[in-house]
Each structure stands twice: as C-alpha cells, then as structure tokens.
C-alpha cells in the first residue's frame, strides 16, 4: 500500500521560493508516476507537475513552467518540488499524488498549505 506524506509548506512573499517534499512509503515500480497537484480557494484541483521514476521524464503545467523543478531522490524516495519565483497565483493547497498513469491520481497524500503574499 503506497502513502504520501508532504512537507515544507508555508508563507512567502512574491518571487521568493519553496520547496516541497514528499516522503513515499511501500513499494513502487519504475513505471510508477509521481506527482503535485493544488487547489486555490474557490477552484478545482489542477495538475502542477510530474516525474516518471524510470525514466525521469518530467511534465509541468504551462503556468508553473520554467518556475517549479519536480525531481525524485531515489536513496529516501523522497519527491520535490523546487517553486521558485513564488507568485500570488500559487497560493493553493498541494498535493503530493502517485499512480500508474499519467497525470498521476490513484494516490493522494494529504495536502500542504503553501501561500504567497504580494
């Protein structure tokens, strides 16, 4: 049974940077898909980014592209999701995720709160 446990929420002014992490435990294979979904206030959950474990492809939304860095460190089987150039817009709750295909929803971990300030 995988479980997702995230990390390193927080409050942070625009253009200032987080990063996330998400411990997974139980077993998985290289065709596993991890990834980061939020939700905003008012609004539907939306895919934030994703990372293949066997081959590291990575996918991005258009709108964190270029900002957020996913990466998996196999030694802790951690996930992160470097955020940098923090905006406003970011502000949501997110959501570590696991599955077997893409965008990855089989698994959800329970949530952190990241929230950014103008």
């Known amino acids: 049974q995988v479980q997702l446990v995230e990390s390193g929420g927080g409050l942070v002014q625009a253009g200032e940077s987080l990063r996330l992490s998400c411990i997974v435990s139980g077993r998985t294979y290289s065709s596993y898909i991890m990834g980061w979904f939020r939700q905003a206030p008012g609004k539907e959950r939306e895919f934030v980014a994703a990372i293949r474990q066997g081959t590291r492809r990575t996918y991005y939304s258009d709108s964190v592209k270029g900002r957020f860095t996913i990466s998996r460190n196999s030694a802790n089987n951690t996930v992160h999701l470097q955020m940098d150039n923090l905006k406003p817009e970011d502000t949501a709750v997110y959501y570590c995720?696991?599955?077997?295909?893409?965008?990855?929803?089989?698994?959800w971990g329970q949530g952190t709160q990241v929230t950014v300030s103008s």
């Open positions: 995720t696991g599955g077997t295909s893409y965008p990855p929803q089989d698994k």
